[in-house]
């Protein structure tokens, strides 16, 4: 199992282009989640998806969209990137949204110019 | 709402001497708690947790944490540190039923000197 990939590791982006930040796992887990880490701030979620066909907003939603394309895949939007948005951005699942565990990607790193 | 305080951005220490990271939540309702374990340029992993029963919980690296539901605390402890326990940790709670919401502290950063 390969668990939860992300793609791509590294992009470089300028301000006002866009960008699809791609997720799947093969833990069959129900539910998935976006959050960016930036210094100091620990993580923040940006959306969630508790089950295929839902998503809901978290903490930080502005600036992004969200597709849960299947049960496997959980993709996050940048439409017009802006420097705020250099971070580094995770994503997780679960086997459900109270099942507590969460496993993550190994993240990427944006960088917007 | 949750929040969660983790005063200590870094803690330095020598190998084989015992730490403690410090980790305080706010809440108004029941929660669950979390240590999750960061090392360099990967995700998070579950180190440990507390959902209900004993208030002391340990993982299979040697570390244990102890849920004060009095103080509203969860600090993780390791006797004797190991090179290798060098990471960055984080605290994280969430409610134990309705809307789902999953709070993360900003982490300490724990360095382990040779």
């Known amino acids: 199992n390969a668990g939860v990939t992300q793609t791509p590791k590294f992009q470089v982006l300028k301000t006002g282009q866009s960008m699809t930040l791609q997720c799947a796992q093969d833990?069959?887990?129900?539910?998935m989640y976006w959050y960016r880490q930036d210094p100091g701030m620990g993580l923040r979620l940006i959306y969630y998806?508790?089950?295929?066909?839902?998503?809901d907003k978290g903490e930080v939603p502005n600036g992004y969209n969200v597709s849960r394309l299947n049960k496997r895949e959980f993709s996050l939007r940048l439409e017009s990137a802006a420097p705020s948005q250099t971070s580094v951005y995770f994503c997780?699942?679960?086997?459900?949204?109270?099942?507590?565990?969460?496993?993550f990607g190994p993240g990427t790193r944006l960088t917007v110019t | 709402a949750q929040s969660v305080t983790q005063l200590d951005s870094q803690v330095p220490v020598f190998e084989e001497a015992p730490v403690e990271l410090r980790c305080n939540y706010s809440?108004?309702?029941?929660?669950?708690l979390f240590w999750y374990v960061q090392y360099p340029n990967q995700g998070l992993q579950l180190l440990l947790k507390?959902?209900?029963?004993?208030?002391l919980v340990e993982s299979i690296n040697g570390f244990e944490a102890e849920f004060n539901k009095s103080q509203t605390s969860f600090h993780l402890r390791k006797p004797s540190v190991h090179i290798s326990d060098t990471a960055e940790y984080f605290c994280?709670?969430?409610?134990?039923?309705?809307?789902?919401?999953?709070?993360f502290g900003t982490g300490t950063r724990l360095k382990v000197l040779a």
């Open positions: 997780a699942s679960s086997v459900a949204v109270l099942s507590y565990e969460q496993y």
């Open positions: 809440s108004s309702v029941s929660v669950y």
């Open positions: 833990m069959n887990h129900n539910s």
């Open positions: 507390y959902l209900s029963g004993s208030t």
């Open positions: 998806s508790a089950s295929e066909g839902t998503t």
């Open positions: 994280a709670v969430t409610r134990t039923s309705g809307t789902y919401k999953y709070i």
